[in-house]
Structures are given as C-alpha cells and as structure tokens.
C-alpha cells in the first residue's frame, strides 16, 4: 500500500499472486472487490505474506466475497489451523472452541485468527467507502453501510453514476481507487 491509502488492486493482485490462482469463472465467482474492503483485505494479505515468510504453505483465497453484509473470507492452507468454528452474526460473532489451541500448528492458527480480526473490522466498514459503518437493508439486500450510504438513494439518484449499491462497491481488478477520505460518492449532488 502506498502512503496516501491509494492502492492498486492489480499491484495487490500481483505481489500475492500466489495467493489468488482462481482463473476466468472460477476468479469471477470467488473474488468480488468491494471498494471499502479492499485496503483491509490488502492489509491482511501484507500481514500473511510476512506470517508465511519463505514457506507459503500452500496459502490461497478460496472466496473473498460479502455475504448477507459480512465479509466472506475463506482460504486453504497446509497446516492445522480450525481450532474454533466462528458463528457470524449480522452485529457479532460468536466463537465455539473445539480443541485445544496448542495441538495447532502456531502459524497456521496465527493466520486463521488474523482472517478472523479481518472479518470482524470489515464488518463495521462502508462497502462503499471504508467509513464506520453497521449492516442494514436499507438500501434493499443485507449490506455494511455507512450513515451517508444508508439513506442516499443510490438506484433513483439521476447525479449517481453507479445505480446500486453494489456496483457503487465494486472495483474492477487494476482500478487504482482511494480510501474513504478522498473518495466520496456523497458528494454527487
């Protein structure tokens, strides 16, 4: 990530490659950007990558997606790592341990964690530009949006050049986008 919070997602993409092998429909499918997640999920690449060090176990995202307003991050690993299962919730999460911690593998477990506390915060991020948010259907569908994204109306709004929600969201892989402090879709009108 640079300095000022820009990030290209390609260069994201690319850096981790190894990390996103999913190819045409498949990638498609299960690898949907949303544009006030991203800085968060390419937070936690960095923080994995550094975890993993030279052996990558095999690391990969096998979804990284929103579901009913949640995060949906899942991924494959060499390593026992599912010491808990992780009830999510759409205002929290409720975790149900089911062994014990020290039979893991500790980088492994490190990981999951680490995918987990990503889960958490992005839950209370603004699909749409990465403010405080909280998930709501105010829009229609389940989503994490902020107070502003809450109440414009993004799909009857003739000054909005998305019409959704969803593709006010979206970013495309090799968009170059900012964080919430410089791009604001409020400021259509």
Request: contains cysteine; hydrophobic residues 40%; glycine residues 8%.
């Amino acid at each position: 990530m640079s300095e000022n919070n820009q990030v290209d997602l390609s260069g994201v993409l690319s850096r981790y490659g190894y990390m996103f092998p999913l190819t045409g429909s498949d990638r498609m499918r299960a690898y949907v950007w949303l544009r006030g997640w991203v800085l968060g999920i390419a937070a936690a690449c960095e923080r994995i990558d550094v975890l993993l060090g030279a052996n990558k176990r095999g690391f990969h995202w096998t979804r990284v997606r929103e579901k009913f307003g949640a995060p949906s991050l899942a991924y494959q690993m060499d390593g026992k790592a599912r010491f808990a299962i992780n009830i999510h919730r759409p205002d929290e999460v409720h975790r149900l341990e089911c062994a014990a911690r020290g039979d893991f593998d500790p980088v492994a477990v490190e990981i999951h964690e680490l995918i987990l506390q990503t889960e958490v915060q992005l839950r209370s991020q603004c699909i749409i530009c990465g403010a405080s948010s909280s998930i709501t259907n105010s829009q229609g569908p389940w989503a994490s949006l902020c107070a502003g994204h809450r109440t414009v109306d993004l799909a009857g709004d003739l000054a909005n050049p998305f019409g959704s929600i969803w593709t006010a969201a979206h970013v495309a892989e090799g968009e170059l986008f900012r964080d919430a402090g410089v791009w604001n879709p409020l400021s259509w009108k």
